[in-house]
């Protein structure tokens, strides 16, 4: 869920993975994997994308 979360405001704020992930700080791959799923985040990453896209940290744990 929190993929999907992160892709859906990603690209409501027409960001490209490259543009978010260079914001981050991480590789273009590393953020396609947090949208596919395949990867484990710390409440520090989940918050630091929040930030990113301007959301609470729980916008993106929880269902809208």
Not at 21 to 32: K, N
């Amino acid at each position: 869920m929190l993929g999907s979360q992160v892709r859906d405001l990603r690209l409501a704020r027409q960001l490209s993975q490259e543009g978010l992930a260079e914001q981050l700080g991480v590789s273009t791959r590393y953020l396609a994997g947090i949208e596919r799923g395949e990867r484990n985040l710390t409440l520090d990453s989940v918050e630091a994308l929040a930030e990113q896209l301007g959301v609470e940290a729980r916008a993106l744990l929880i269902r809208p």
